[in-house]
């Protein structure tokens, strides 16, 4: 491309989109990336305190920010239909999720070509829900031109792409409450409600809820017998602390199930314990959930949610990696998923 004067231009073509802002009023290009310039249109760039213009000229070597931003979304998304991007624009791109789902991102990838400079693709946090048409990601070519090279160095940092949206998949769930108080009728049961309510924002499909006092062999046999029903997820609520009455931790390793972790750094929830049942050649998990479930807004329990809804087998690595972000300060208003807690 080469500059020249906004008086001279006529004839020539736009390299970039021209913005005009009115404050209040407009913002938004006045001319599009590839237009003629004609003679009418000198007195309205000039308005907008365009009195230099940068109109194309061919060089091999190098490829509009446009182009380049192709080029990005490629990087991003490849050719996933679980998600959308719009057409660019000043070398922007945005990317939207088609599916409710969970999100994930190669930070590592992301990392790398946001270092390689001119480009930049910011995305939201991966390992959250994301909902049919959220913007999930921008991605944007910093210069009007960036050289070729540095965009195949991009396109050769990762073999997969950036972000991808495993789509939820409902599931079969049940409820064993535990608790004498609770299962004596003395304190009426506030988990079922708040749990049944947290499962319908992934369409879970209820089977049923036990309630127990704290009998450990009763709340072992509860869960098998549930999973044996068709169970494809079991929420073991109360009995989670360390006094001596609390059974079900121990209910939950007598059923053999496999324990990844009996606490995590998360603050509400870390009594939290998280199981899998192996069951026809499926892993079921099986939760154990701390009181803090029926009363906080958010706790552990909404950060693994989606990632166990999405199917994936979580780790203790997985659970470990909550540490940093995992302290919610409970804001009067939960700002949840738009909030620092658990990112």
């Keep these: ?23 209040g009023k407009v913002k938004g290009p006045v001319f599009k990336k590839g237009h003629i310039v004609r003679e009418e249109d000198i007195e309205v760039l000039l308005s907008v305190g365009k009195n230099h213009l940068y109109v194309w000229e061919n060089n091999d070597d190098m490829l509009h920010e446009d182009e380049a931003a192709y080029i990005l979304k490629d990087i991003c998304m490849g050719d ?9 624009s000043e070398g922007k791109i945005e990317i ?27 995305s939201v946090h991966g390992d959250f829900a994301v ?13 009007l031109v960036i050289k070729k090279e540095k965009m195949k160095k991009a396109r050769e940092i990762s073999d997969k792409n950036i972000l991808s949206i495993i789509p939820f998949k409902p599931k079969k769930y049940a409820i064993v409450t535990t608790g004498a108080e609770v299962a004596s009728g003395i304190i009426k049961d506030a988990f079922g409600p708040v749990l049944k309510a947290k499962m319908s924002e992934y369409n879970g499909e209820f089977m049923g809820q036990k309630i127990l006092a704290d ?12 999973i044996e029903d068709g169970a494809e997820m079991v929420l073991c609520s109360g009995g989670m602390s360390v006094d001596p009455d609390d059974q079900t931790p121990g209910a939950i390793k007598d059923t053999k199930a496999e324990i990844i972790s009996y606490g995590a750094p998360v603050l509400p929830g870390a009594m939290f314990l998280l199981s899998y049942y192996s069951y026809n050649g499926k892993k079921i998990p099986v939760l154990g959930l701390p009181g803090c ?24 690595r997985d659970l470990s990696n909550y540490g940093e972000g995992g302290l919610c300060l409970n804001c009067d208003i939960c700002h949840f998923p738009n909030c620092s807690f658990g990112k």
């Design 1 to 23: 491309m080469k500059l020249v004067d906004t008086k001279d231009a006529v004839g020539h073509v736009l390299c970039h989109d021209i913005t005009q802002i009115i404050p």
């Design 293 to 316: 479930v029926m009363y906080a807004k958010r706790t552990i329990f909404d950060l693994v949610l989606p990632r166990l809804i999405a199917g994936e087998i979580l780790s203790n």
């Design 215 to 226: 009998n450990r062999e009763q709340i072992s046999k509860s869960i098998i017998e549930f």
């Design 131 to 143: 909902k049919k048409g959220d913007k999930i990601a921008g991605t944007r070519i910093i210069p």
């Design 80 to 88: 996933d239909k679980n998600m959308s991007f719009s057409d660019p």
């Design 96 to 122: 939207c999720a088609n599916v409710d789902g969970l999100l994930k991102v190669d930070r590592q990838a992301l990392n790398q070509v946001n270092m390689l400079g001119e480009m930049m693709i910011a």
